[in-house]
Structures are given as structure tokens and as C-alpha cells.
């Protein structure tokens, strides 16, 4: 929903936290959950580690909302599964969130939420596609060969953003 927004994002910094540089993980350099890639596509040129490491909530806030909450249509779907596919289609991808989301209403899974995909939402219960997105992920994250090294933190994640997601559908 459109007001979501806001309360989406202060919950998806809670996940995403401050500045990491992990060995296994190839995002690389990544602050606020925006990658260095991320942050030089944005702005159409090179940046630093430094610059990275200097991010804001000010400085991603544009990006989270036009590159993975508009891209998921999260104004247009209900309150609960705009938060429950805004955040994982912000940890692996608005396509793959989005195609999730079509799977789970019956509709084709081309990646990109129109006017088909959200009748087929609202014609069925937030709740329901809140479970049927948290289970979907999960088993998502179960194939992924990093998982013997994020899964803890993926599965914790996956829970928190279902919980939260069931209370904003109430």
C-alpha cells in the first residue's frame, strides 16, 4: 500500500544493517543493503569503498523505492504482501519475488506485476499469500550453496519478515 512505504523501508534497514564485506557473499562491498554495483548504477559512476561505507538512509532511500518497491508495485498490492514481497525481492531480486508472487495466485510467472497479477492477489487473502511467499523463499534459500553460511540469517530474516508482514494484513 502507498503508505507503506515508509514503515516497509525502516524494517528492511533493520535486516539489511550497516557496512559488510563478507568473503562468501558476491555482492561485495555493500552498506544500508545497497551494493557498490547498486550505488555505481545509480548514479552513473564509479564510487569507493569509502563512499560505500558513507551511506545514508537519505542516499538509499530512492533507490529501495524505485528499483525494488516500485518494481514489485508495492503501492498497489495489500497491506502485508507489499512488505512480504518488497523485502525479498530487495534480498534477491524484484524478478524472482514478483514471479513468486504470480506463482502463488495462479497467474503467468513473467516477473513483472500488471493489472492480471493484481486481481488474482486481491482475489485472495493476504494472509494466505503471506504463508504461501514465506514457504516459497524458504525453500529458495534451502537450494542456494551459501546456505550452510547465511541460511541461519536467511531463515531468521524469512520468519521475522512473515510475522511482521501478518500484522500489517490485520
Known amino acids: ?15 539489511e544493517g550497516g557496512y559488510i564485506n563478507h568473503p562468501r557473499d558476491p555482492a561485495g562491498h555493500t552498506n544500508l543493503g545497497v551494493t557498490k554495483a ?15 561505507k558513507a551511506l545514508t538512509v537519505a542516499d538509499v532511500a530512492p533507490i529501495y ?8 508495485r508495492g503501492d498497489d498490492l495489500p497491506s502485508g504482501v507489499d512488505w512480504s514481497v518488497f523485502d525479498w525481492g530487495v534480498n534477491s531480486g524484484p524478478k524472482r519475488a514478483a514471479q513468486a508472487l504470480q506463482r502463488i495466485v495462479g497467474v503467468a510467472d513473467d516477473g513483472v506485476i500488471g493489472p492480471i497479477t493484481l486481481r488474482a492477489v486481491y482475489d485472495m487473502s493476504a494472509e494466505k499469500i503471506i504463508d ?12 542456494l550453496s551459501t546456505f550452510d553460511t547465511f541460511g541461519k540469517g536467511w531463515t531468521r530474516r524469512n520468519k521475522e519478515t512473515r510475522q511482521a508482514a501478518l500484522l500489517l494484513a490485520e
Open 132 to 143: 504461501e511467499m514465506y514457504a516459497a523463499r524458504q525453500r529458495f534459500y534451502e537450494r
Open 1 to 15: 500500500m502507498k503508505q507503506n512505504f515508509d514503515h516497509c523501508l525502516s524494517m528492511l534497514l533493520v535486516h
Open 65 to 72: 523505492r524505485k528499483k525494488y518497491w516500485d518494481a514489485v
Open 38 to 52: 547498486t550505488y555505481e548504477q545509480w548514479l552513473g559512476r564509479e564510487v569507493s569503498v569509502d563512499e560505500i
